[in-house]
């Protein structure tokens, strides 16, 4: 059979079949794995709660330790911090897989979830700990699209009450997500009072550059 020439390099495709052009998926380093599959995901959707991401046999494994990865980059190593929360039903799945990873890895690191209906913590006790806040996507427009309460306005302001993880004596060192938004600290305003306090906040992909179009 005869081989046709690439139209971008004028030369005859060379090597197997499964090896030519982009790399399969799981040859590709972790980050740009997980990133493949997130983009796939929010191709065609304005937001999502990325549940087809991180129930992926493949994604849930990649999420944990992205995640892990990306708050190191920032400073936090699993020595600074003992929990991750899950602001919401869709980080619930992040926070297992940073468990998971975490064990992986030779360190503990406990889980918990934040309930707004009837204000409480669940999971091991976070009292006297150190904690970040997880969510898997944070942009403007996900407060749109979502019922959550976590609802994010105004480009960087996050409403929320924090009562609830101040009540047990654990102190938030700032808010992660899968995907966000491209500013680095959250204005954090409470829902009732309006008291203002600010957040760093960490972003393992630029919700822009997943949308971006491959040059690769």
């Known amino acids: 059979m005869a081989m046709t ?5 004028g030369f005859r495709p060379t090597g197997p079949a499964g090896l030519r052009g982009e790399l399969p998926l799981e040859m590709q380093e ?20 990325l549940s087809d991401v991180t129930f992926h046999h493949r994604g849930a494994e990649l999420v944990g330790h992205v995640l892990l990865d990306t708050v190191e980059e920032e400073g936090y190593t699993l020595d600074d911090f003992d929990a991750v929360g899950a602001l919401t039903a869709a980080a619930v799945p992040l926070v297992t897989s940073m468990i998971t990873a975490a064990g992986s890895r030779g360190q ?13 913590v669940k999971g091991p006790s976070i009292k006297g700990k150190r904690v970040i806040l997880i969510d898997s996507w944070l942009s ?31 102190e938030v060192l700032g808010v992660a997500a899968l995907i966000g938004g491209p500013f680095r600290t959250l204005n954090v305003i409470h829902p009732v009072t309006g008291e203002e306090s600010e957040l760093p906040f960490i972003r393992a992909y630029d919700e822009a550059e997943l949308r971006a179009p491959n040059d690769d």
């Open 30 to 49: 972790p980050k740009a794995q997980l990133r493949r599959l997130l983009e796939d995901s929010i191709a065609t959707k304005p937001f999502s709660e």
């Open 108 to 120: 503990d690191l406990d889980g918990f979830v934040m309930d707004f209906v009837y204000p409480s």
């Open 140 to 170: 403007e427009k996900s407060y749109v699209q979502t019922s959550s309460l976590v609802t994010l306005r105004n480009g960087n302001e996050l409403s929320l009450d924090f009562g609830i993880v101040k009540k047990e004596g654990a």
């Open 5 to 9: 020439e690439d139209a971008s390099t």
